[in-house]
């Protein structure tokens, strides 16, 4: 069966560190892949999407990569602060599905 | 932030009650979506729709109907409430291209509660 994985429930990291979450898939042949950022009693906020035939998409300090041989994105905030705190949840979507299935998320806490 | 609404924004109800919540969007965006997310579930994907009056199921669409009969609203069912339809909900907007999903905005949600 088709499943998406968030390598962990909760990441605590130093501020100023660099956090890498983790998301792996299995029975997806994905085209693209998101990644939201969700605050406390607030909705998803979109980040960024990644390509299936690109390698690595950069926005500011965030970093995603995505290896469809693994079947895993990694997405990387450098020098994290603790406004980046939250719950990060990945998305893939399948060509021509007109729809995307999430994972469970990991929630963040930057720790000053 | 997309012009994106849900109402109520808080609703408690009895099992056995029809609930109908709404998302208004003022985008234009073609597609529209109906999620909930549940502790240890994430983001369930119950219906969507791709226009007016054209609508699919998602994942969880038991005991679930929608409605759209402009592009602006997207209404979502519960016929007859129960127990285990308590969750939060999310409504989502994408588009307006059509042949792959865009990045997706999403609404304040509804928390909904069915004693």
């Known amino acids: 069966s088709q499943k998406i994985e968030q390598n962990s429930e909760a990441l605590n990291i130093q501020e100023g560190k660099t956090a890498t979450l983790t998301c792996n898939y299995t029975?997806?042949?994905?085209?693209?892949l998101q990644w939201y950022r969700q605050d406390p009693g607030r909705g998803p906020v979109f980040l960024l999407l990644?390509?299936?035939?690109?390698k690595e998409k950069r926005k500011e300090r965030l970093k995603v990569t995505f290896d469809t041989t693994l079947k895993q994105s990694l997405f990387h905030i450098t020098a994290s602060q603790p406004a980046d705190s939250a719950t990060y949840l990945c998305?893939?979507?399948?060509?021509?599905?007109?729809?995307?299935?999430f994972g469970t998320g990991t929630r963040l806490t930057i720790i000053p | 932030d997309a012009g994106i609404t849900q109402s109520p924004r808080h609703k408690v109800t009895e099992t056995g009650t029809p609930v109908t919540l709404r998302c208004h969007q003022t985008?234009?965006?073609?597609?529209m979506y109906w999620y909930r997310q549940d502790p240890g579930h994430g983001l369930r994907l119950i219906h969507y729709s791709y226009g007016v009056k054209d609508t699919d199921k998602g994942e969880v669409s038991d005991g679930y109907s929608v409605s759209r009969s402009k592009t602006e609203d997207f209404l979502l069912t519960l016929e007859s409430a129960t127990s285990s339809q308590t969750s939060v909900y999310f409504c989502?907007?994408?588009?307006?291209?059509?042949?792959?999903?865009?990045?997706?905005?999403f609404g304040p949600g509804t928390r909904l509660t069915v004693l």
């Open positions: 998305a893939l979507e399948t060509l021509g599905n007109e729809k995307l299935t």
């Open positions: 990644i390509r299936e035939n690109e």
């Open positions: 989502a907007i994408s588009g307006p291209t059509s042949g792959r999903v865009n990045e997706q905005f």
């Open positions: 029975n997806y042949s994905p085209a693209y």
């Open positions: 985008e234009n965006h073609r597609y």
